[in-house]
């Protein structure tokens, strides 16, 4: 694997007309990331990706970047953590966390479980407001319920010992609109409203399995990982 970081260029992006920004900017920066890697029409996602700073970019991939038009700058090197049972580590992650049901019919439904968790505190309260907690309080809890509860799968150990040192550093909702070149089907709805929910979460844990580990820090955690969710980054804590 590769880990890159890659720096776009503003005034080759401006030129082409490929500055994300504004409301769609989650979306204009997942077709940057995939042009970054789009080698070749029919290639499938074989990286993850984060946004660092506006324009500034993590990328976890298979293979090298293809940084074609000069639109980057680009630094990479192998990625082979080195980890071993009962590691202490420092992690970050950005998730797009869900709580999935089903309706009547059987569809699966996601739910955003920041917003998830405020619906529950005001059906349990009668839908008074007074004395709810805070969004930021309620993604913390729900932030650590929804990590804790997959943290076994990740390969790590979170316990109440770690709770005190977890932080949802960020909760940020965004919705944006999927730009289709091909012309829309008579009858036939076009689902180009897309809802991502960014937690950027940081914590310590211990390392239960290096080889789980290692297979969500490259194949990244939970949803939403062609926009910018998913990648999960773990150093030695001393």
Request: hydrophobic content about 40%; aromatic content about 8%.
């Amino acid at each position: 694997m590769i880990i890159s970081k890659a720096i776009l260029n503003k005034r080759e992006a401006v030129m082409a007309s490929l500055v994300p920004g504004g409301d769609n900017g989650v979306y204009d920066a997942h077709q940057l990331l995939w042009k970054l890697f789009a080698d070749n029409p029919e290639r499938r996602r074989d990286f993850l990706y984060r946004e660092l700073d506006p324009g500034v970019f993590i990328t976890v991939s298979a293979r090298p970047p293809h940084n074609a038009g000069n639109l980057w700058a680009v630094q990479s090197k192998p990625y082979s953590p080195q980890l071993r049972e009962g590691d202490r580590i420092h992690f970050t992650l950005r998730a797009n966390p869900v709580r999935k049901t089903h309706d009547a019919d059987g569809r699966q439904l996601r739910y955003d479980i920041v917003q998830d968790a405020r619906k529950r505190w005001l059906a349990e309260h009668g839908d008074q407001r007074d004395g709810m907690p805070s969004r930021h309080t309620l993604a913390q809890d729900a932030g650590w319920q929804w990590l804790t509860a997959r943290a076994p799968d990740l390969g790590l150990e979170l316990d109440e010992a770690d709770r005190s040192l977890f932080q949802v550093e960020r909760y940020l909702p965004c919705s944006f609109t999927k730009r289709r070149a091909e012309r829309p089907v008579p009858g036939k709805r076009r689902a180009d409203s897309v809802s991502v929910s960014q937690l950027d979460m940081a914590g310590f844990a211990t390392v239960l399995d290096p080889v789980a580990l290692c297979h969500a820090l490259f194949n990244g955690v939970g949803s939403a990982k062609a926009f910018g969710c998913g990648l999960l980054l773990v150093r030695r804590s001393r």
